[in-house]
């Protein structure tokens, strides 16, 4: 291994951590600190107010809530004693499970997100329980000072978390004044993606000498690289299914796909093994020997595919690696920079292919302003595509078989043919069924009614700028060449996808309903609610792909009246089989004026 990648292995161990937290951080499989929380860690450790200047995907929400909670105080009434202001509901709650993750080895720990929105009451009554942290929007959070259901005196660290975004969403003022209500705020770490004046004015007046960090982008261009980006769902499924598909339809010699934790290297390797793919696991964890074994094994084609943390594969030189897989997105430019340039040796070409979800995209944005240059989105190998290169492939092994020794089964056939009189092609059939054993040569469409599909796809447009005529749904019976009782159900457009909700019909629901409660809760703009059906005890409505998990969680909770709606992906599309009524969404002012698109921003070309 060369020693081109000059940042040295550094572990969350050389921090002065709590154990506890060292603990949750093992569990939790991560590796090595990202660079933001290389440099944060030891200053919030030392009590130094600080500034981030970090986007999300960095990994800054462990750089603020590691040392933070390790400092807790242990006190009998649990009061709050770290308050973090975020811009979004969505990221409040995010954050706030990250502090419940980082600190499920604290005793008698809490944490409690408040939101607009969401019931008083429930806040309420866990604010009276007791919560060490809060992660809060402004405006609730300023609710909560004013009728004193949450006190003040007790905080003594405050973050403000992508502060540019809460300015930007007109918070600025609601962020004053919360940071002059609290007379015991010792501690203070402002993050923001940019560095606008006002935010620079915000930090220069309530913080106190901070320590600015920034982590620096070096620019390269790696001309020998083809590089390219798929926008996927943010779910591991949905991103195993993409790299399936990539590994098919792709030409490719070795594999270096990198993840983000050691757990998942594990994971995504034996998923790969069981789809026939010669693939191992590189991580820190595993014995150097090991891991020098298994490079050799990549090396001598024993396998093809390694799925490496960024640490495991730090100056891998292997010439054949054509493509490089960035399964989880980087948490800095830097360290894609490095991950791609493991490709491309030699002077070969190489192949990068990049996984960003919705949710990434800033990250993609400083990729391409680090490397120079534009990455090109490329859509996800379609069934089609992926059958087309199958039947090449079979093609291509009879060819090469045709080259063989064969005279010996030339032989066995000629007896055959004559002793049964076959036909020939028939014979030949019988025996790529026989070599193709109990797999099926084709991957199964799915299943969707296929006559649906072209009109679907001429809709996609629309429907990103909102509803249009030609996306209604007819009902079923009136569309053209639907049989009767056969199950005829549009597929959902591309960039969507379909969920079930557990009323319909017979719970009395409306489309009406479905709009409102998902665009109220879970804060989704309504233009990117697409089409809902509704049949007698359940409703269907696509989503834009990539609905992260903590917004999921929210609408599984949802009502409608009072019912919960229990949310869910449709994953087998078999549970759409009866027949009912579709119906369109009816145009509905949003209700939401200044949040952002939902999914912060969807991309038009989701892919998956
Ligand atoms: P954030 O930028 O805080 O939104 O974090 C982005 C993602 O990175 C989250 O899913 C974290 O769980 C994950 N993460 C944070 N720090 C690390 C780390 N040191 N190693 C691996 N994953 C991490």
Redesign the pocket.
Known sequence: MSSEYESTPFSFADFDLAAPLLQAVNE???????PI?KEMIPHVLAGRDVVGQAQ???????AFALPLLSMLQPTKDKSPQILVLAPTRELAI?VAE?FTDYGKHLKNFNVLAIFGGQDYSIQLRQLQKGVQVVVGTPGRVMDHLRRGTLKATTIHSLVLDEADEMLRMGFLDDVEWILEQLPNRKQTALFSATMPQNIRKIAQKYLHEPVEITIKNKAVTAQTINQRCLITAGGLMSKVEALSRILEAESFDGVLVFV??KIQTAEIAEQLTALGYLAAPLNGDIQQSTRLRTIDQLKSKKIDILVATDVAARGLDVERISHVINFDIP?DTESYIHRIGRTGRAGRSGEAILFVNPREQSMLRSIERATRQKIQTMALPSITDINKKRIENFKEKISGALLGDIAFYEKLIEEYLQETQADPRRLAAALAMLTQGNTPLLKPEPKFAPMAAPESRRSVPESRRGMSENRRTKPAENRPRARKNMAVQLPPEEGMERFRIELGNDQGVKPGNIVGAIANEADINSKFIGRIAIYDNYSTVDLPFGMPEDVLRVLQRARIGSKAMKLQKIIDDTSLAAPGTAVQKPKRKSTETRKKDQYKGVPANAAL
Not at 28 to 34: K, L, N
Not at 56 to 62: E, I, S
Request: proline residues 5%.
């Open positions: 939790a499989g991560y590796e090595t600190p990202t929380q999300t995907g960095t990994g800054k929400t462990a995010q990250s983000r934790t948490f």
